[in-house]
Nanobody
Framework: QVQLVESGGGLVQAGGSLRLSCAASGRTESNYAMGWFRQAPGKEREFVSAVSWTGRSTNYADSVKGRFTISRDDAKNTVYLQMNSLKPEDTAVYYC??????????????????WGQGTQVTVSS
């Protein structure tokens, strides 16, 4: 059992930055790969980024590549999403998720077993 809690969302102007955090607790010794997804009103939950448990492999959606950076601090059991150059279309509820894999960084929701409650990110223009 893994519990995930996101934080760091908020309101920011276009071009600004936010850093999201996801604190994990429970059976983190299972060494899950971690991902970030987002969901805007009326839309499907979409992939943003993922990182293997070692941090060696990462994956990014084309829409955020070059602007967002995923990382993790295993000593703190925390995964981060640094979001720079934010655009209004980045507005969504952001969720962190723990994968069923340790090393694979898939982009589909079906590969993730545990989910946080989400944190709202709103980008104004």
């Amino acid at each position: 059992q893994v519990q995930l809690v996101e934080s760091g969302g908020g309101l920011v102007q276009a071009g600004g930055s936010l850093r999201l955090s996801c604190a994990a607790s429970g059976r983190t010794e299972s060494n899950y790969a971690m991902g970030w997804f987002r969901q805007a009103p009326g839309k499907e939950r979409e992939f943003v980024s993922a990182v293997s448990w070692t941090g060696r492999s990462t994956n990014y959606a084309d829409s955020v590549k070059g602007r967002f950076t995923i990382s993790r601090d295993d000593a703190k059991n925390t995964v981060y999403l640094q979001m720079n150059s934010l655009k209004p279309e980045d507005t969504a509820v952001y969720y962190c998720a723990a994968s069923i894999y340790s090393y694979r960084v898939y982009a589909t929701t079906t590969n993730y077993k545990y989910w946080g409650q989400g944190t709202q990110v709103t980008v104004s223009s």
